[in-house]
């Protein structure tokens, strides 16, 4: 849900959709100020609140969180831009000294972030698996699961290890298999019925190590869609943010519980940016990130089996994410295998003056290597391992060491 920073002292002048807004100097009165909670709601939104959008704007107020009309008029202005009438329900945490015991892990503040839902498992984040020139795309499951339409409009539901194939041509999705055949122009979503596990039957990604292991099932949904561009078929997992770090294949799951945290926020945090903040890595596919290590490695739910320890750790900080200085969007936490001795910022390597948080070369004492392994920006995992296992830092400690400035937030 949407949120954002209200100070009662702004002293900020301007104009939020065609709302005029004062320089708020000192606090209104809270009575007062609660009463109008309906008029400028109306005002701003051009309609009557619901009851619980009344009562959430009411709850900031009678907390403190908003102190004067100008923040009211700001805030509302805020979620009126992103077509929400109110924000998360995870408001009026405490404060100062006893943030901790709602945060979870010391050094992390419990706060709503904008763009970013409540949920106990995070959003909906939409992961390109492979794409083909068009051909078929085998889908089957252990499991029940329904056929849709694009989002809603159920085509049929099919058994148990039944196995249906999606392809695109004429402008049209075409399923066949189970005793069933559709033609649609709307994308084609398979969703599973009581946690039933997905495959993607025509997916390879063997193991290197694991004889006979083969990375293609996954949690939620498997969607089938053509590009924007027309050019290849995309298989696309969505799945709830906290079930795909189970299945990230970026460490063995082995190491200091430190180091594993660290990276659980880095991509965590890398993730949501990208669904929040950029609207995703995808130029015509409609996925978020892929699994490629262009991203983040995603090898699903047999790798969640192989690596429960992951699960067990990530668990500890879960809902933890970097943001900005102010706590208010997820910054993109990059991260590397190895540095020769110094990472780079991002001025250096990628030429932009952008992501203040990148913008640090810093010493990198642990490495293992006497060139760049990888881009050199960020987080270097090597690093990360060693402050964890050597020096026994803290997770906080490591990942506050490599992204400057930012502020860690327990969004969930």
């Not at 959709?17 to 708020?24: E, M, Q, S």
Request: charged fraction near 25%; glycine fraction near 10%.
């Amino acid at each position: 849900m949407y949120y954002e920073k209200a100070h009662g002292s702004s002293k900020q002048i301007g104009t939020v959709l065609g709302v005029k807004t004062t320089t708020a100097a000192k606090k209104d009165d809270k009575q007062t100020l609660t009463v109008d909670t309906l008029p400028e709601f109306v005002k701003i939104y051009k309609r009557d609140p619901s009851n619980a959008e009344k009562a959430w704007w009411r709850k900031r107020i009678a907390c403190d969180e908003i102190k004067t009309r100008a923040a009211l008029q700001k805030s509302m202005g805020f979620h009126k831009a992103k077509n929400v009438g109110k924000g998360s329900d995870a408001i009026c945490g405490a404060k100062a000294g006893s943030a901790q015991a709602s945060a979870g892990p010391s050094g992390t503040t419990r706060r709503a972030v904008a763009g970013i839902s409540n949920h106990p498992m995070g959003d909906q984040v939409r992961i390109g698996i492979y794409s083909t020139d068009g051909r078929a795309i085998h889908v089957t499951s252990d499991g029940k699961y329904q056929i849709r339409e694009g989002g809603s409009k159920i085509l049929t539901t099919v058994g148990k290890e039944d196995v249906v194939q999606v392809s695109w041509s004429g402008g049209k999705y075409h399923v066949r298999g189970s005793g069933h055949s559709f033609d649609t122009e709307q994308e084609i979503r398979l969703v599973p019925l009581n946690q039933a596990i997905m495959e993607i039957s025509s997916y390879s990604d063997k193991s290197a190590t694991i004889a006979g292991k083969n990375y293609n099932r996954f949690r939620g949904i498997i969607e089938i869609r053509m590009s924007d561009d027309k050019k290849v078929l995309w298989a696309i997992n969505e799945l709830r943010t906290e079930y795909y770090l189970r299945g990230l294949a970026e460490t063995s799951g082995t190491g200091p519980e430190e180091y594993l945290k660290a990276l659980a926020v880095a991509a965590r945090t890398y993730v949501l940016y990208h669904k929040v903040v950029t609207g995703g890595r995808s130029v015509n596919g409609g996925w978020d990130i892929n699994n490629t290590a262009d991203d983040q490695l995603y090898r699903g739910y047999e790798y969640e089996i192989i690596t429960p320890r992951m699960a067990s750790v990530f668990n500890q900080v879960k809902g933890v994410i970097a943001t900005d200085g102010e706590g208010d969007k997820p910054v993109t936490t990059v991260y590397f295998s190895d540095s020769d001795g110094r990472t780079r910022s991002a001025k250096e390597v990628w030429k932009t003056d952008r992501f203040p948080h990148l913008q640090h070369s810093v010493d990198d004492p642990h490495h293992a290597s006497s060139t760049c392994k990888g881009h050199c920006v960020g987080m270097s995992a090597q690093g990360a391992y060693g402050f964890a296992n050597k020096d026994g830092w803290s997770f906080q400690k490591i990942l506050n060491y490599y992204f400057k400035g930012i502020k860690l937030v327990k969004a969930y």
